[in-house]
């Protein structure tokens, strides 16, 4: 292994046919930058990898202007060490997942909003909603019969919702295991 486990998440590629990324081409792209044991995970730009201690801020910023030279637009990057996402998975409730009763989603924040008080400036609904903070994201669970009334709605039209990248639980249950994989 060689040096820290991080994961890269990429916001915004591959939906709707707009900002088309090929997993095989950033992998390339990442291998390219220097990153070892690279490894891609399902099309949404989930990217696990070793490099030798660095800041996250850095390592995003190479990766999206990799990406901007590669592929001719720009995309918002978050990197994060393994025991960041550790820490965020750890704190999804066990039974919090994203089947055909739930959503369970994780918003991961970006450094400028990262912080307990953004619960004060999100629509929680009570009952329905059920949100938890926890240093880099928010936990976001609610059954699926509420999803249309859900506060949650209200986040993806407001300017937060631009300084985030969302992930399910159970893809983020998967990248941490495949980072403890990775830095064994």
Not at 39 to 46: A, C, L, M, R, Y
Request: aromatic letters at 8%.
């Amino acid at each position: 292994m060689a040096g820290m486990t991080y994961v890269a998440l990429l916001r915004g590629i591959n939906v709707g046919g707009k900002n088309r990324v090929e997993m095989s081409r950033l992998k390339t792209l990442c291998e390219g930058l220097g990153l070892s044991d690279v490894k891609t995970f399902i099309n949404s730009g989930n990217v696990v990898f070793n490099t030798r201690k660095a800041s996250p801020r850095r390592l995003a910023e190479k990766i999206e202007t990799a990406i901007e030279q590669e592929f001719g637009f720009e995309i918002k990057v978050l990197v994060a060490d393994h025991d960041a996402i550790e820490k965020v998975e750890k704190a999804i409730p066990e039974h919090w997942v994203d089947d055909k009763r739930m959503r369970t989603y994780v918003m991961f924040l970006w450094h400028e909003f990262d912080d307990s008080s953004i619960l004060d400036d999100i629509p929680i609904k009570e009952g329905m909603d059920n949100v938890i903070y926890v240093d880099g994201a928010l936990i976001w669970q609610v059954d699926r019969e509420h999803i249309t009334r859900s506060g949650m709605n209200k986040v993806v039209s407001s300017p937060l919702y631009k300084s985030m990248t969302i992930r399910n639980a159970n893809t983020v249950r998967k990248l941490a295991a495949m980072m403890t994989e990775a830095a064994a």
